[in-house]
Nanobody, 125 residues
Framework: EVQLVESGGGLVQAGGSLRLSCATS????????IGWFRQAPGKEREGVSC????????HYADSVKGRFTISSDNAKNTVYLQMNSLKPEDRGVYYC??????????????????WGQGSQVTVSS
């Protein structure tokens, strides 16, 4: 059974930092693309970042480039999203996603096979 368990969300002031973790199990970690989506109230889910564990290639939404960093710890089967210089518009529920299909040009589409339960991120102004 595939499991994606997010942690690390919370409340932070604008300009602050948070690190999200996605602990995974139930699949061959090195073969999967794993990413993060977010959804703010009243908005559609938005692709934030993705990493292909097979070759380490990463993708980022323009809105987070230079502020967020995705990384992967193959020994722990865990993916991290380091979020710096947070802005109020970064608030939302952050979901960890995974798929066995490599995603490059379509990484931001919400069509991943597996989703975590979500972790709330709130950024106060």
């Amino acid at each position: 059974e595939v499991q994606l368990v997010e942690s690390g969300g919370g409340l932070v002031q604008a300009g602050g930092s948070l690190r999200l973790s996605c602990a995974t199990s139930g699949f061959t970690f090195d073969d999967y693309a794993i990413g993060w989506f977010r959804q703010a109230p009243g908005k559609e889910r938005e692709g934030v970042s993705c990493i292909s564990n097979s070759d380490g290639r990463t993708h980022y939404a323009d809105s987070v480039k230079g502020r967020f960093t995705i990384s992967s710890d193959n020994a722990k089967n865990t993916v991290y999203l380091q979020m710096n210089s947070l802005k109020p518009e970064d608030r939302g529920v952050y979901y960890c996603v995974a798929d066995s299909e490599r995603r490059d040009s379509s990484w931001f589409l919400p069509v991943y096979a597996y989703w975590g339960q979500g972790s709330q991120v709130t950024v106060s102004s």
